[in-house]
C-alpha cells in the first residue's frame, strides 16, 4: 500500500537524514578551500568522489548490494551526470572567480528550477503559500549575501555556478523515478560510480599533484569524500525517496545559515545584521513551503509518489 503523501512529516529519521547531510555539505566549503590549495578544481572533484565511490564499493561488497537492472542504468547514468559530474565540476571551477555571496545566491536558485522541473515533469504541485515561500527563502539567500560579502560580482564564472544549480536540479527530479526501485545506498552508489567516470579527465593531472600536495589538503578531500561526498548524498537520497522533490530542495536554503553559525562558533565570524535578518527570513520561508506549500495532489502526482523503502 502507498504510504500518505505527507507521511514523511511524521518521520523522525527522514528530518535527521536532512539536517546531518545538511551539517556535512556545510563543512564541505572549509574542504573545498583547503583542497584548492594544492589541487586543481577537476582535481578536487575528482579525488572526493574516487574516495566516495571507494566507499561504496567496500559497501556493494560487504553487502552484495545487488546490480541495476539494465532498463534503470540510462535514467542513473544520467542522474550521476547531473548530480555529481556537472554539479561538482562547474562549481568548482566557477568558484575560482565568482564572489562567494554570488555563487550562494546563484546556488540558491537551484529549488526554484526544482520546483518548476517537479510541476512539468512529475506533476508534483506546488500551492501559492509554496511559491511563496520559495520566493522569501530566496529573498532571504540575497540578503546574506549582500550582507556577508558586502558586494555582489558577477564574473564569467558565474554562467559555470548557474550551471552547477541547474545541474543539482534535475539530479533531484531525475532521481524520483529510480528510488522507488532502489534503497538511498543503492541508488547513490550507482549515481556516485556514474558522475565519478566522466571526472577521469583529471586523472593525469590528479597523479602529479598528488605528489606535491599538503598532507591537509589531501586529507581535506578524502574526508569531503567519505562525509559531505557519500554519507551525505545517500541521506539526501533517502529523504528524497519520502518526500516531494521540490520540497526537499527548499532545505538548501538552509545552507548559508548553516555557514554563518559555522563560521561565528568556529572561526569567530561574527555576521553581519543584514546576513542575520536574512538567515532570518531565508527560515521563515522554508517553514512556509513545508508547512503550507503542498497543493492538491493531482492523479499522476499520486501514482509517482515513491515506495518506501530500507537500506538494510
Partial sequence: MTAPDDAWRREPLTWAAIAVALLLWASAFAGIRAGLESYGPGQVALLRFLTASAVFFAY???????????????????????GITTYHVALNFGEVTVTAGAASLIISASPIITALLSVFLIKERLSVAGWIGIVVSFLGVALISVGEGGHLAFEPGAALVFLAA?????????????????????????????????????????????????????????YMGVFPGAVAYALWSYALARMPASVLATFIYFQPVNAIIIAWIWLGEVPS????????????????????????????AAEAAPAQATDG
Wanted: proline content about 7%.
Fill in 166 to 222: 541547474a545541474g543539482t536540479a534535475l539530479y533531484f527530479v531525475v532521481a524520483k523515478r529510480p528510488l522507488r526501485r532502489y534503497s538511498a545506498i543503492e541508488f547513490t552508489a550507482y549515481a556516485v560510480w556514474a558522475g565519478t567516470l566522466p571526472m577521469l579527465v583529471f586523472a593525469p593531472g590528479l597523479i602529479s599533484q598528488m605528489a606535491t600536495a599538503t598532507p591537509a589538503a589531501t586529507w581535506a578531500v578524502l
Fill in 60 to 82: 556493494a561488497s560487504v553487502t552484495r548490494m545487488r546490480a541495476p537492472d539494465p532498463r534503470d542504468i540510462p535514467r542513473i547514468a544520467l542522474a550521476g551526470f547531473l
Fill in 273 to 300: 545584521a543584514l546576513a542575520l535578518v536574512g538567515g532570518t527570513i531565508s527560515l521563515v520561508g522554508v517553514v512556509i513551503v513545508n508547512t503550507r506549500g503542498r497543493g492538491k495532489p493531482r492523479q499522476a
